[in-house]
């Protein structure tokens, strides 16, 4: 995180340091114990199951410590469930992070919070997962993009997100141009939202569905 390595423990200063900076669920370590007592249950059948905990941990971490001791080594295999390759599971993604945010969007205070974790959602859902399909030359995988595009313009109005533009893609000028054309593209096919679910059921079987407790300050 960008932040000094410290114990951070005044309230406000916490959660604004969090709610801009907290990345990858596995470079931290979590009590437990914050899990049992706020109902904070992680979903199951599904992967990226991290996803939803990037919305609500900030609400609920009242301090913590960043050092720069190295306390163990995060091996990450090519051949690993998230690195090797794209399948139908690849889209719980989308999945996860949708209701991250509908639950984080609960527990904000003003809308410079709300604001943030939309940032965070777009990135996750659309431009992280939607970047996947972006080839060098129009291919299948551009229609694909164009779907995740369609659904994101959908949840817009759901959650006032932003659009999206050449400044808010990351990358190479020629990948902005290209990504830029598949949310274009999204403007001229149909919805598919039963294709997602299609993903769903070949991946698990099942729905996606998140037990947990409703949010609490």
Known sequence: MSCSSAEYTE??????????NFGRIWAKMIRRKLL?????????????????MVFLYPFYVKSFMKTDVVGY????EHESVTRSGIGPRFFDR????EHGLKYGLQLCANEKERDILRGK???LYFLNTAGQFVD???SKNWLIAG???????????????ESVSLRNIGGSLNFRVRFLATWVLSYFILSDPEF??????AAWGRGFHWERTEPTQ
Do not use: W
Request: proline share 5%.
């Open 121 to 123: 959602f777009t990135r």
């Open 136 to 138: 060098r030359v129009p």
């Open 94 to 97: 989308m999945y996860t992070a």
């Open 147 to 161: 779907k995740i595009a369609k659904q994101y313009r959908k949840l817009m109005k759901l959650y006032d997100l």
């Open 11 to 20: 309230k406000n200063e916490v959660k604004q340091i969090l709610l801009e």
């Open 196 to 201: 997602f679910e299609a993903q769903r059921m």
């Open 73 to 76: 080594y995060h091996h990450e």
């Open 36 to 52: 049992l007592e706020n109902g904070i249950l992680y979903p199951e059948m599904c992967i990226y199951e991290d996803n939803p």
